[in-house]
């Protein structure tokens, strides 16, 4: 079952779709040749904003690559090849992409949010953005109005935000600075039809019956009651009556209601108040939860509900729900110092084999922009982002030993990394033996939390060659 707020990162940038043949757009530049623009994609794509094929056509991408040079350079964003880009973009000077996300990562707690009431170009390159990506459908203009407000939010939920309608950093540095899951991406992976089962279709349940289609209660399984209950829905919305929901069903579902998903008597992420505190403290008492108790919702509070879950023998959904509420609570919940439940949970990863790898870097991609607690990351920078990761893809990792026993097998250098590979690099400092954790991301990457902020970013690790580089690659 896949959580709606953790799902697969199923959209990169569009290509460019123009030949060399082709005249140049004139509805996004005048007076470039063909050759000018080939030069100025080829001069973005050193830089790292330019991820189509170079050809002749200036186009919906490459302006896109240009605006967001021009963000990171400090540029009036235009999306025109001015004298002043241009100077910028061909000097020695010109910041990289990825020097640009190092920045902007490290100072994202300084960034002033953007909410209802702003207006200025940030609000225009960001509403530019979310058009991009199916979540803004009026015009661009540079004014935070309502309208902007519910697309921050369906983005926010989309690519597991807390749902909050202000576009703070994290938020930013997800829509900006890499690639997120689009509007239409989500709906449809959001499809369901008779004989399916899964959290998409509960959450179908639980929409239907707040609209009062749908009468039954939530199986997460798609039967008879479910599809009249779409029918009916569909006849009511004028959409063609299939009974499957589909994408267009989908956005009928979203479009007058609020962008929030909600679980009636369900705890999620993006949760928070006294009941998400009882609940820390519970799990906590349990052994399942050692980080502050907040009453926020978040990842690490998400990791010990799945945890738990997996130890009660109940789907590890990560959803506070009924039953999981129940088992919680009852004198005979689990408890991590039971050493039967120790046992179960080698037990699972020692059993575990490659095939859970594409869910692993599945779900390290998908968390790409999201912020992780550094809390405890100190001794093992980078565990608390790979243990989110790993639960997620059902690997019961509790303590960073759990990882350090997996990754045994020795890699030469990065490039020997695969996706989904659980990386530990191993240096010597000073007074200590340093262990970073990582995902493997490929092409000589790892995805792994930064230093300031605990943002999950990808980055080359040529400098780790230095270190001993262990990866675990399935049993």
């Not at 079952?1 to 953790?6: A, E, F, S, V």
């Amino acid at each position: 079952m896949k959580h709606i707020r953790i799902l697969a990162l199923l959209a990169a940038l569009l290509l460019a779709g123009g030949a060399l043949s082709e005249p140049v757009d004139t509805a996004y530049l005048v007076d470039m040749t063909s050759e000018q623009v080939i030069s100025l994609e080829q001069r973005l794509a050193e830089l790292g904003f330019f991820s189509a094929e170079c050809d002749s056509t200036y186009d919906a991408e490459t302006r896109a690559a240009l605006e967001s040079f021009q963000q990171a350079n400090g540029l009036e964003v235009t999306g025109q090849a001015d004298s002043a880009t241009l100077e910028r973009l061909n000097s020695a000077d010109a910041l990289s992409r990825q020097d640009y996300l190092t920045r902007f990562s490290n100072a994202y707690v300084q960034m002033a949010p953007l909410e209802m009431g702003s207006e200025s170009n940030d609000v225009l390159v960001m509403q530019r953005h979310l058009k991009d990506y199916g979540y803004f459908s009026g015009e661009p203009n540079g004014a935070f109005d309502d309208a902007t407000r519910q697309a921050v939010e369906s983005f926010q939920m989309v690519n597991g935000l807390p749902i909050t309608g202000v576009a703070d950093g994290a938020t930013l540095m997800r829509l900006m600075a890499d690639s997120p899951i689009t509007w239409p991406a989500f709906l449809t992976e959001m499809s369901a039809s008779e004989g399916d089962t899964g959290l998409n279709v509960y959450v179908l349940q639980k929409r239907l019956a707040q609209m009062g289609y749908y009468t039954g209660s939530p199986t997460a399984s798609f039967g008879e009651l479910t599809r009249q209950a779409v029918q009916r829905f569909q006849q009511d919305n004028h959409l063609e009556v299939t009974g499957q929901a589909d994408v267009a069903t989908w956005a009928a579902i979203y479009s007058g209601a609020d962008k929030r998903t909600e679980l009636p008597d369900v705890m999620c992420f993006g949760d928070s108040g006294d009941n998400v505190r009882a609940i820390q403290a519970r799990l906590n008492a349990l052994g399942f939860f050692d980080n502050a108790i907040t009453g926020e919702f978040g990842y690490s509070t998400e990791t010990a509900v799945r945890l738990f879950q997996s130890a009660a023998s109940l789907e590890p959904t990560g959803l506070l729900d009924a039953e999981t509420s129940s088992r919680l609570m009852a004198d005979s919940a689990p408890n991590m110092l039971d050493g039967g439940v120790q046992q179960r949970f080698s037990a699972m990863l020692n059993e575990a084999d490659a095939s859970v790898r594409p869910r692993i870097a599945e779900i390290a991609r998908a968390h790409v922009g999201a912020s992780f607690d550094m809390e405890d990351d100190d001794l093992y920078p980078g565990f608390n982002f790979v243990q989110y990761v790993c639960v997620s893809a059902g690997l019961p990792v509790t303590i960073p030993e759990d990882l350090i026993g997996m990754a045994v097998e020795q890699a030469a250098t990065v490039d020997e990394i695969q996706e989904g590979d659980i990386v530990v690099f191993q240096s010597n400092g000073e007074n200590a033996v340093n262990m970073i954790m990582a995902i493997g991301a490929g092409d000589g990457r790892v995805i792994g939390t930064s230093e300031s902020g605990g943002w999950a970013e990808p980055s080359y690790m040529e400098q780790m060659n230095d270190a001993t580089i262990y990866r675990w690659h399935g049993n």
